[in-house]
């Protein structure tokens, strides 16, 4: 990340735009951090809340110059999309439900895209905004962040060249315990949180929240699709309605099997996010606790570990790297790395030129798709008994 090619193409930044993450947000400090880190964008406009005195307050709060200040995420499309010096990427940092609205409206009014996680809560959402990317050939970037981070990376170099072998066993568990108090329900009434609601925060919590994260890290990595799984969903805690966990065995396109666990409600539990992924020559295991240790285990010799800029790292991992060896790098940083990507992306597509080949694994709307496939793919199975059931896959190419 020495360079910076969007300053080198374009002469400047590019010019983007915020809608949610307000005040109170987990998710929004870490967009807005993660765009600047490496100096390619500028944050000119934003629309932080649905309510109108808090957008403004949170947009004073920022920085944002009051005409550029939004109570509306419509409005502010269509005010940056007629300004000469409006913004050129919209990112989007909503509740589920309103990801498609957002990122459709920002495309048809030729913005590029970043958007928040799982891109839709429908199927035929998922669908639509698909086409409409393929259609008008804009960026659109997902923010699976957890593929950013350099030893994630560091694995999928690792499976492209042969490390492993032919992949045949993944396991993939993420764990946490923000739900797991009994004394804790879910709430109830009109004004209950986003996530609550099946129409805002979708068909499932925990699938919504975490398992789209579990399964695009396994593609991510692997490179391999789910042709079939056999699923459980539903509550662990008692009288909880919503999900707090998922369990599924998987079906690779290459035959490989593998293991799918994700809850919300393991007591004491932090953010266990863990990969293990073996093939005929060896396997690698990441933990995201202690993101900057990839340990490799060959088929015949003692365990290696591979760290960030640290021996034997890998292109694309380096380019992922920041700082010299030994140095932490995390969150931040991950997420960056997909902002990163897609400003190559978008000023590439901008300037008619090519992007560096190593900034083109970030998450895209093909990778929304197979997300918001997943989980309703996870729900069917689940919903009959645990059956096999085939998954709807394709290629990017679709
Ligand atoms: N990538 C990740 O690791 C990660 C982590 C957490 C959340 N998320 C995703 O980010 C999104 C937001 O999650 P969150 O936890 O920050 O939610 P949140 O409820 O904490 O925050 C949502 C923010 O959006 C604002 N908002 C709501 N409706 C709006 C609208 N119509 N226009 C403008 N602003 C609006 C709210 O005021 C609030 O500031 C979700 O899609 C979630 O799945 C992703």
Redesign the pocket.
Known sequence: MNQNPIIEKLGRRLRLAV??????????AMHRQAAVLDGRYDIVAG?????PE??RSDGRRIGLPEDRIYED?MKLIRSESERPDGAEVIAI????D??FQYAAAALDSGRDVIC???MTNTMEDAEALYKKVRETGLVFCL???YSGYPMVRQARAMVRDGFLGSVRLIQVEYVQGGKADENDPDPTGHDI??RYDPVRGGPSLVM??IGT?AHHLIRYITGLEVTELSAEIGAIVPGRKTHDFAGALLRFDNGARGCFWVTQAAAGVENSLRIRISGTAGTVEWDQEIPQRLEYKPLAGPSELRTPNGPGILPLAKRASRIVAGHPEGFHEAFANIYSDAAEAIVARRTGTEADVLSTTFPTVFDGLMGVRFVHDVIRSSEEAGRWVSCVTGTAKD
Not at 19 to 28: D, E, L
Not at 47 to 51: F, I, K
């Open positions: 809608i949610g993450g307000g005040s109170g947000s987990f998710i929004g629309a932080l809340s649905s309510r808090k957008a995420a940092m909503t509740p589920n309103s990801h928040d996680k799982p923010t699976h962040n949180p986003w919504g929240d994260h």
